[in-house]
Structure formats: structure tokens, C-alpha cells
């Protein structure tokens, strides 16, 4: 944060309103369970803009600076925004950051909670939609963790209110709206810098104020950023959602203002939009009631897998109850973190048929992605349906009151089913093959072993002088091996001397997605450093590992496994060629793979790193070691 003015000293009881607690990637995070919340009052809903109150990119912020990390926004006491306000639905973009960090928003004047609203990378943007309480003087307090410019844009703003009918929140079981994807959507691909209105649904009155839709951007080809207003208005300078440009999906929850002709969504990005409706506010022509009022709350942890030995498996889902008895629906960032592969999560009232919806979006393996949620509840609670495996985290900081939905479904299942891993390789794997006792280390998973000598990826294969028959391809053997294959792990390419490597990396890719592979793990050349391997050799197997780090960016779903490094530290391993292993090295092989699969789990080690160790828990990336294990001590070779 670079600009702003110097700070104005306020005063007055600070409101019991807080901010929604965000798991960061940069940021420690409390442990333990639920704790008690303090609450606020009853509030009522009502629409402003959507308005940008701050923008440190410009002379003139609008903002006050606190210290060298943090700024102040005024909300309620400027002319956008009425009085008295205890809350605010506000968006927080993070750009122009050089490193990666995190933003937390919170109220002016309390103490800024262990927690963050934005975790952002660095050379991007980064935004995310909250709910969070006011100071006693209608501001909030920004702190962003490293050198960077912050954008705050407000869509609503909450007031005090023991009943109402106007900007009670209602409820509606989470359903898609729109799926851009779809051959008969209303709105099909949209080019960059166009506009498309989304008609109010039929479920929703005419003379509703606003609507909380989930927005997703899908194969956006270009950077750029979502907006959204109520249809028929003036377009705003605001943003909800920035996109990378990589086409992967990317998710951001918001309240938008709406009129009755629903809400206009301007896509600087181009591509696809997917959005789901989670409820709306009511208008005047609504009864009185106290349901559907804001109620904030003190930050609370509801779930975090990472701290109870658990996570959210894929094809699972895991409930948690409200920590609320009159909540219609609970106000929550839902994150995940050490994603396994590409995939989503949905949040939906526990004990219901789960819907065709998501909350949020990985495009890949390792992300940590946190997204705003509001979530009906049932008189279960709340649950969350994996379709990837996660560690997943889940805070609340408020609540809808209201009746809860019932619950009529049976409590689903959350298991870890072994995947089935297909080793596919030439004969630098065959040490596995041949060391028998050795493949007793594929622990936790269906293993698959197919190793041949002289074997190559997609042209013919040589003659096996060891085999004694040319072995078929890489692509073969994926393509023929029966059933389907979660895990591909391919050691080869040796023998690809003259070959497109770089193309061959896509074909194996494709064959291995084509029998349901969800990752495959390719490790890096062992180059023959030893003496007895020639210059040629060294050359080609470098390069070969350098077009598979190349061939990494194009494929979310490719593990490289840098083989190289980490049998490099290895003692006793290595043949006299320095690429093929003796029996010691097949131990440690087989054990490498085994971490890897462990790790892509999110399982502990299936053994420590040296005897009387306790193995790692989580198991950690083996990219990420500094020596191998102790394999003769281990196993006894």
C-alpha cells in the first residue's frame, strides 16, 4: 500500500460485528474446536451501488493510513453509504504485488484476528466477497501482509433491526442458474469486455433488493476481472472476481444488487459463467419478521480436517452442525488446502439431495483456495461434498436467523478408497520387478507394476536383451492395462534418444487421462554421473528433464518427481552406469514411490526416515527433501 492520507482519530464503542475468519496459506491459523461467539444485533439488509470506496493505486485513496501495513475505510460515514450501519458486504482485491501474502479486513479499532480474507500470488490479482462488522464509526481496517495495492468495492450494508420486511435474507436450497457450458444456456460464451443480463429467477420476487449468487468463470482465455449490478442500471468500477487467464475454473461468492429484470455480470476475461443462487433479500412488499436478519458473530473454527486426522476425501462429503439453533443459514469462508488434483467443493444444507452447485474451485494439485459461502442449514447442520481430496477448513462469522430445513437423507460416507497405481516403466523400474520383496513397500495402495527393458514412450520400442522380446510403448501399456487407474507413475524415456520428447509427454498424458488417471508422476533422468555412462547419454537424459519441467505448466494434472535430486544423495543405490540400481537402490525406489502416492493422499509416510523415527504426518512432497531415507537400516539391504 503506497498512497494514502494521514489517519483521523475516531472513537466510541466498537460494534460486536468481526470479520469472516479465512484460512491462509501465509498466515498462522488457531487450533482447536469450536469456540463461544459473541453476537450482534439483528440486522437488516439494504443495497448500496455496487460503490469502490478505496483504491490505493490512485493520489487520492480515500483511505487513512494506520501504520505502514494497514489502512482505514470510511463506509458508513460517507455519502454512499447510510448511517448507523453494523455490517457491510464489501469485496477486497489485492494487485500489484511482487511476492505472494495475504489481506485480512476487520473492524476499525479491535484487534486484528489471526486470520486472512485474501490470499493472493504474487504478479496477479486476487479478490474475495465477506460480510464484516463496522467500527463505531462505519469503518474497517485493511491489513495486507506484503507491498501491495488494495481495492475496496461495497455492494450492501447492514442496519440494526428487531424486525423487517425489506433486506430479510431467504434462504433457497443452492441451485444452478446458469451454466454457460450448456448448448441451450442464455448466456453461451461471452467475449472479453462483454455484458449479459441473467434473469431473475422464478423464484425470486419481483421487488427483491438483492440476490447471493456463487459466480465461476470457466475457460477464460485472457486476464481480467467479473463485475455485477442489478440489470438496467449504470454500470459500476467495481470488480467481485479477477481471472488468470488460464482458462482453469476460478469461483467467487457475492451479493448483488437486483432489479426485476435480474443482474447484468461484466466479463473483462471472456469465456463462461456458471452461477449458482443461494437466496435472496426480500423488498417491501414482504411481511414483517424477524427471520432472515444478520446476526455477526466472534470468528469461529468449525472444521479443520488438517488438526483431526482426517480429510475430504474425494466422492465424500463430511456435515458439521450449527453452532446455531434459530439459523436459516450460516455466513462462511469455506477453504481448501493440499488439494490432490483439479476439482471442487459444494456446500449445501446437511441431509438433503446434494445439488448441482460448487462453492469454490482447484485447478490443480497443492492449491490453497478460500472462497465466501453463505449455506443453508438443516436440522443437521451443513455439508460439504468433495469431488477432489482436501484438507478442508470452515469458519463462520455470522448467521441468518430462521428455521432450519429438515433433514431427510442418510449421513453420507467420507472414506478413502486406494487408488489404483499403475508403475509403467522401462528397465530402470525393472529393478522393482525383479526385487520382489521390494514391492512389499507399496503400502496404502492397489498397485500395478509394468516394467519391460528397452521399452520407449510412443514409437516402437528396442529389443530387450535382458527380456529377450521388444516390450510395446508407454502409450500401450497405459491404454491396454485393464480397468481404470487413479495414479499413473511413469519411469521412462531413456530410450527416447531422438524423439519429440516434449510431444510424447503430451500423448502419455492423454493416454493416462484417458483411463481416469487423476495425476500422473513422472520422474526426472538419473544422468549417469558415475563413471561407465557416456557424454551422449548425460546430454540427451538433461534435456529430457528439462522438457518435462517445460511440459509441467501445460498439464495441472502432471507430477514431475525429481527423481534426479533425490536419488543424487542416495548412497549404494547406483549401478556402475549410474542409471540403472542395484538391490538397495530398488528398495529406496519402491519406497520413493510410496511417499509420493502417501503424499498425493495426504497420508502419513509409510515409514519414517530412519528405524525408530516416527514417520511424517503428512506425508511431505519428497520434492521437498533434504536426505533419503535410511534404506539399509529400514529394510535390512
Given at each position: ?13 466498537l ?6 475468519a ?26 448500496v ?17 494506520i ?116 448448448a ?28 447471493a ?20 442500471g ?18 467467487a ?9 435480474g ?67 450460516l455466513?462462511?469462508n ?51 461434498y ?6 478442508l477448513?470452515?469458519?463462520v ?5 430462521g428455521?432450519?430445513?429438515?433433514a ?15 508403475m509403467?516403466?522401462d528397465?530402470?523400474?525393472?529393478v ?24 520407449r ?107 534426479r ?18 538391490t ?31 514417520p ?21 539391504v
Amino acid at each position: 500500500m503506497r498512497r494514502s492520507r494521514t489517519v483521523v482519530e475516531r472513537v466510541g464503542a466498537l460494534m460486536l460485528a468481526t470479520v469472516v475468519a479465512v484460512l491462509g496459506a501465509h498466515v498462522g491459523v488457531p487450533d482447536g474446536g469450536v469456540v463461544e461467539a459473541a453476537t450482534g444485533a439483528p440486522s437488516a439488509f439494504e443495497p448500496v451501488g455496487p460503490y469502490r470506496l478505496a483504491d490505493t493505486r490512485l493520489a487520492d485513496c480515500s483511505c487513512d493510513r494506520i501504520d505502514a501495513e494497514t489502512i482505514r475505510v470510511d463506509i458508513g460515514g460517507t455519502e454512499l453509504v447510510p448511517n448507523r450501519i453494523t455490517a457491510a458486504a464489501v469485496t477486497i482485491t489485492i494487485t500489484g504485488s511482487t511476492t505472494g501474502g495475504y489481506a485480512t479486513v476487520y473492524p476499525s479499532g479491535s484487534s486484528r484476528p489471526v486470520a486472512s480474507t485474501v490470499n493472493f500470488p504474487a504478479y496477479a490479482s486476487a479478490a474475495n466477497s465477506t460480510i464484516v462488522g463496522v467500527g463505531s464509526s462505519g469503518d474497517v481496517d485493511v491489513f495486507v501482509s506484503a507491498d501491495a495495492e488494495v481495492i475496496v468495492d461495497v455492494t450492501g450494508v447492514f442496519s440494526s433491526a428487531g424486525e423487517a420486511s425489506s433486506g430479510r435474507f431467504v434462504s433457497l436450497a443452492p441451485r444452478r442458474i446458469l451454466d454457460g457450458r450448456d448448448a441451450d444456456a442464455a448466456v453461451g460464451r461471452m467475449a472479453p469486455g462483454s455484458a449479459a443480463t441473467i434473469p431473475l429467477p422464478a423464484s425470486v420476487p419481483a421487488d427483491a433488493t438483492a440476490i447471493a449468487v456463487n459466480v465461476t468463470s470457466l475457460r477464460a482465455d485472457q486476464r481480467g476481472y467479473l463485475s455485477g449490478f442489478a440489470a438496467g442500471g449504470q454500470a459500476p468500477d467495481t470488480s467481485f472476481l479477477n481471472v488468470d487467464g488460464s482458462g482453469s475454473p476460478v469461483a467467487a461468492a457475492v451479493i448483488l444488487p437486483v432489479s426485476g429484470d435480474g443482474i447484468t455480470i461484466v466479463n473483462t476475461a471472456g469465456g463462461r459463467l456458471a452461477v449458482d443462487l443461494n437466496g435472496y433479500f426480500t423488498g417491501s412488499s414482504a411481511p414483517v419478521s424477524a427471520e432472515g436478519l444478520f446476526v455477526a458473530t466472534a470468528p469461529t473454527r468449525l472444521l479443520d480436517t488438517r488438526n483431526e486426522q482426517r480429510r475430504l476425501w474425494a466422492d465424500g462429503a463430511i456435515e458439521i452442525a450449527s453452532p446455531h439453533a434459530n439459523a436459516a443459514a450460516l455466513v462462511t469462508n469455506v477453504t481448501v488446502a493440499r488439494t490432490d488434483a483439479a476439482g471442487f467443493v459444494t456446500a449445501y444444507p446437511a441431509g438433503v439431495s446434494r445439488p448441482v452447485v460448487s462453492a469454490l474451485n482447484s485447478a490443480r494439485r497443492d492449491q490453497t483456495i478460500p472462497n465466501a459461502a453463505i449455506t443453508p442449514v438443516s436440522t443437521r447442520g451443513v455439508g460439504y461434498y468433495g469431488s477432489l481430496s482436501t484438507d478442508l477448513i470452515v469458519d463462520v462469522n455470522g448467521y441468518f436467523t430462521g428455521s432450519p430445513v429438515p433433514a431427510t437423507q442418510p449421513v453420507p460416507a467420507n472414506t478413502a478408497v486406494p487408488r489404483r497405481v499403475l508403475m509403467v516403466g522401462d528397465s530402470t523400474l525393472a529393478v522393482v520387478r525383479n526385487v520382489r520383496a521390494s514391492q512389499d513397500l507399496f503400502v496404502g495402495f492397489d498397485p500395478v507394476l509394468d516394467a519391460q527393458g528397452c521399452r520407449r514412450l510412443v514409437w516402437p520400442s528396442c529389443f530387450s536383451d535382458s527380456d529377450l522380446r521388444t516390450p510395446n510403448t508407454v502409450e500401450e501399456a497405459i491404454l491396454g492395462t485393464p480397468g481404470v487407474v487413479d495414479v499413473v507413475v511413469v519411469m521412462a524415456g531413456y530410450n527416447d534418444w531422438n524423439d519429440p520428447f516434449g510431444m510424447f509427454v503430451d500423448t502419455i498424458m492423454s493416454a493416462a487421462r484417458s483411463k481416469g488417471a487423476r495425476h500422473v508422476v513422472w520422474l526426472t533422468f538419473s544422468e549417469g554421473r558415475q563413471p561407465g555412462s557416456s557424454a551422449t547419454a548425460i546430454g540427451v537424459y538433461a534435456e529430457n528433464t528439462r522438457d518435462l519441467w517445460a511440459s509441467a505448466p501445460r498439464h495441472p494434472d502432471l507430477v514431475v518427481a525429481d527423481w534426479r535430486t533425490y536419488n543424487s544423495r542416495s548412497v549404494g543405490w547406483m549401478g556402475s552406469d549410474g542409471v540403472h540400481m542395484k538391490t538397495r537402490g530398488g528398495y529406496g525406489l519402491a519406497d520413493y514411490i510410496s511417499r509420493w502416492i502417501a503424499h498425493l493422499d495426504g497420508r502419513a509416510c509409510t515409514a519414517p526416515l530412519a528405524p525408530g523415527g516416527t514417520p511424517q504426518d503428512p506425508c511431505p512432497s519428497p520434492n521437498s527433501a533434504t536426505r533419503v531415507p535410511d534404506i539399509a537400516g529400514l529394510y535390512g539391504v
